[in-house]
């Protein structure tokens, strides 16, 4: 049974950063889409950053340029390293995981809070 479980989530003040990090289990991943969504208070979750196979990248507009994706496959993770982080990226984060089979795996999510 797929399992991903995030850490890293926490207060911080505005500018600051944080790393998540999301631990994938119960298969082997390499060739799965990896990711990260939040959700914030009365808003849908929205796609933050996601990484291919392959390595290449993608970011929702308000992310390019803090924020970092990483993924390594020998260990089954993902990273988010955010930097310069606002008070609009305060939300649940959420790991996510496409297989080659196209099945949607989500972890259960990780607080951030960005506030002084």
């Given at each position: 049974?797929?399992?991903?479980?995030?850490?890293?989530?926490?207060?911080?003040?505005?500018?600051?950063?944080?790393?998540?990090?999301?631990?994938?289990?119960?298969?082997?991943?390499?060739?799965?889409?990896?990711?990260?969504?939040?959700?914030?208070?009365?808003?849908?979750?929205?796609?933050?950053?996601?990484?291919?196979?392959?390595?290449s990248t993608n970011y929702v507009d308000?992310?390019?340029?803090?924020?970092?994706?990483?993924?390594?496959?020998?260990?089954?993770?993902?990273?988010?390293?955010?930097?310069?982080?606002q008070p609009e990226d305060t939300a649940?984060?959420?790991?996510?995981?496409?297989?080659?089979?196209?099945?949607?795996?989500?972890?259960?999510?990780?607080?951030?809070?960005?506030?002084?």
């Amino acid at each position: 049974q797929v399992q991903l479980v995030e850490s890293g989530g926490g207060l911080v003040q505005p500018g600051g950063s944080l790393r998540l990090s999301c631990a994938a289990s119960g298969g082997i991943f390499s060739r799965s889409v990896m990711g990260w969504y939040r959700q914030a208070p009365g808003k849908e979750r929205e796609l933050v950053a996601v990484i291919y196979s392959g390595g290449s990248t993608n970011y929702v507009d308000s992310a390019k340029g803090r924020f970092t994706i990483s993924r390594d496959n020998a260990k089954n993770t993902v990273n988010l390293q955010m930097n310069s982080l606002q008070p609009e990226d305060t939300a649940v984060y959420y790991c996510y995981l496409r297989t080659a089979a196209s099945f949607d795996y989500w972890g259960q999510g990780t607080q951030v809070t960005v506030s002084s």
